[in-house]
């Protein structure tokens, strides 16, 4: 979609974005390394009140460290006149910005998948702990 409807390069999928400083600021879903963009997917599973937190603290973040960030519902993914538009102006955004140094880092995707395994029960584990909003 992205690539072939909005003119964006090859795009990196799933990958770890740090601080330059080594904070782990979250994966993103596919992401243009080179105008500092990422588009998140927001499916079914980002319908429940921890998760649409954390993706607001993680959109934060990335916004923070020079990142343009377009949310996308699944649905949206699937409806390509009404979402290219959206895409082409994000990036254009993101290519309009003056340049500045990196204050950002990605995690190298060549990780052995003990690592990855790790980073993903680890993730995992935070979502399952957060505090239930309902409890008083």
Not at 44 to 67: K, N, P, Y
Not at 83 to 101: E, F, H, I, K, N
């Amino acid at each position: 979609m992205a690539e072939e409807d909005a003119g964006w390069p090859r795009l990196l999928v799933n990958r770890v974005v740090i601080t330059a400083e080594g904070l782990r600021i979250g994966e993103v879903d596919l992401g243009d390394e080179d105008a500092e963009a990422v588009i998140e997917v927001d499916g079914a599973d980002h319908r429940d009140a921890g998760r649409q937190a954390w993706d607001i603290t993680m959109e934060e973040a990335l916004r923070q460290v020079g990142f343009e960030v377009a949310r996308v519902t699944g649905r949206q993914a699937l409806d390509a006149a009404t979402l290219a538009p959206r895409l082409v102006a994000v990036r254009q955004r993101a290519l309009a910005r003056p340049s500045l140094p990196r204050r950002w880092r990605l995690l190298s995707s060549s990780g052995d998948l003990d690592t990855w395994l790790s980073e993903r029960e680890a993730a995992a584990m935070y979502y399952e702990n957060l505090p239930d909003p309902r409890a008083g």
